[in-house]
Every structure is written in C-alpha cells, then in structure tokens.
C-alpha cells in the first residue's frame, strides 16, 4: 500500500542512496546489495517508488559517472552514452543525419520535461513493452555494451531483451553505452497514439537498402503486439529483392501480424492494436524506401 504524507505527495519507502563518481564503484555498490536498483533519468523508477509498486533497499544513482555521457562517432558507428538524454538526442546534429528514425521518435517522445530528464540507457534497460526504443535499436542492429565490474560486452539489441521490464542485463551490470552502425542507407519511424504525449498504441521502425531499383536489405521492428517489441523477419523477406510498390509495403505490413496471437486491452481491441500496427509498419517502410533512394 502506498503512503501519501500531509502534504498530498505519495512517499518511497526508505532506501540507501549511493551517487559513485565511477562504473567500478557504481558495480561494487550494485553487488552489495541484491536488491538494488540504478536511478539513471528516474522518468519510470521514481514513480514506481512513490507508488510502491518498487521499493529497492538502495538506489545508485549513475548520474556523476561521467563516461556515460555524449555522443560520439567515428567512420563506422555512432555511440550514444547512456546517460545522454533524450532531448539531447533530439537535437543532435549527428542523429538526425545518420540516424533519423531515432531522431524523430527522440523528438515524440512523451513531453519536454520527460526528454529532458529520461536517458536513452534507462529507456532500453526498463523494457517497458510502451517504450519505443527498443524496436528503433533492433532495426538498427545495434548493440547494447554493458560493464560487468571487469569487462564490457556488447549483446546484440536482436537478443537483449527478453520480456516486458527483463533483459540480458544481470542486477548488477550497467549499461555504458548504445552503438548504431553508421551507412548511407533509409530509416524511418512511425507511431499511433491516442494522444500526443501518450505511450504509442503502436510503433515501427524500418532501416532499408536500395540497389539499382530492389531493396538490398531491410530491417524492421515494432512495438505494440506483445510483451517486447518484435522483429519482423517475414516482412523483411518479402521486401528483399522486391520491387518497392504502395502494394508491396502494405503486404509487408500484413506480414508482420502473422503468426501473432493479439488481444485486447484498457487501452484498445485487438482489431484496432492489428490495424494501428499494419499502418505503422507500413508507413515506417515506404517512408525509410524514399530516404534509401534519395542517399544513393
């Protein structure tokens, strides 16, 4: 049961707080206590506490390690500390050339008060089935790089994430850092919500290749259908060596919903999550199809 003080505010349960200047320090803190949790941008851990739907004994707060922060590039990739917010992402120069999908999911995202305080790490570490990140960093074919005390591997955003609220990511490791693969190649986002600032009812990201007039290689992935957002590999296949067409898309679209049992929810039927996710995909495809041909 939560607590609401005289004041009105619903009030945590009392916990330990840690702020370590380094990720060694920040892991050793995370192992002594099993119950732990990280504090990155608190959008979605602050309000579990006050509810008390989370009631870690300690929080580590990752905000003064400095490593986590900035974005960054070089010839083949472009990487996104974890702590770096979402506005920053919304108005970096660098996203918005290479990677133009993030860029414009960064910039509808929630409202300014919530991009500027949420991280790009916490919103992938959550795996919140509502977020639209993770489906963005699997058609992107990113990699998540996660420091274990010792060493820091990178998992494949393909693997990662395993089901709502779990992931790869072990209680006591961090996540550093986000590598997207740079390319001349089409990306886009699209998303249904009921109202701006919503969760999206349904999102999609499509990543395209295109080679003398055929799709080369795509890539895409959305949200909405399940407890984690889902490649779509039978989409992907279908437009392989296709000629791109309005026809071609929309049986995409419907190729993406195959074999998945959909049902209803508070916030929609399953007829309107199948209908929000065919147009979604769809658009995200035809959209990243006309940015492939404008870069080659």
Do not use: W
């Not at 099993?34 to 004994?57: F, N, T, V, W």
């Not at 400095?66 to 996203?95: C, F, H, N, W, Y």
């Not at 998992?155 to 990511?169: I, L, P, Q, R």
């Not at 199809?289 to 870069?295: F, H, T």
Request: hydrophobic share 45%; charged share 25%.
């Amino acid at each position: 049961m939560y607590q609401i003080c005289k004041c009105g505010l619903l009030l945590p349960r009392n916990f330990d707080y840690y702020a370590p200047a380094s990720l060694k320090e920040a892991v050793a803190v995370l192992k002594k206590h099993s119950d732990a949790r990280i504090l990155a941008g608190g959008q979605s851990l602050l309000p579990m506490m006050k509810l008390r739907l989370a009631s870690p004994e300690a929080i580590v707060d990752i905000s003064r390690i400095k490593e986590l922060r900035g974005i960054r590039q070089d010839k083949d990739k472009v990487l996104l500390g974890a702590m770096t917010t979402i506005s920053e992402i919304a108005i970096s120069e660098v996203v918005k050339s290479e990677l133009p999908a993030l860029f414009e999911a960064a910039s509808a995202i929630a409202d300014p008060q919530v991009r500027n305080m949420g991280t790009i790490g916490g919103n992938i570490a959550n795996a919140d089935p509502g977020n639209d990140m993770p489906a963005i960093a699997i058609a992107y074919g990113a990699g998540i790089e996660i420091f274990d005390g010792k060493i820091t591997r990178n998992e494949s955003a393909d693997t990662f994430f395993v089901d709502a609220y779990t992931t790869k990511a072990a209680q006591h490791e961090i996540i550093t850092s986000l590598v997207f693969p740079k390319g001349m190649r089409g990306s886009a986002y699209a998303r249904v919500n009921r109202r701006i600032g919503d969760y999206a009812l349904a999102s999609a990201c499509a990543v395209i290749e295109v080679s003398g007039g055929r799709i080369t290689e795509a890539r895409i992935a959305f949200n909405g259908a399940a407890q984690k957002a889902i490649r779509a590999e039978a989409s992907e296949r279908r437009l392989v060596d296709s000629k791109p067409s309005t026809d071609a898309f929309d049986k995409a679209a419907q190729d993406a919903l195959k074999g998945l049992e959909i049902e209803d929810s508070f916030y929609a039927s399953a007829s309107v999550k199948k209908a929000a996710i065919r147009h979604v995909v769809a658009e995200a495809v035809e959209n990243a199809y006309r940015r492939a041909k404008v870069v080659r």
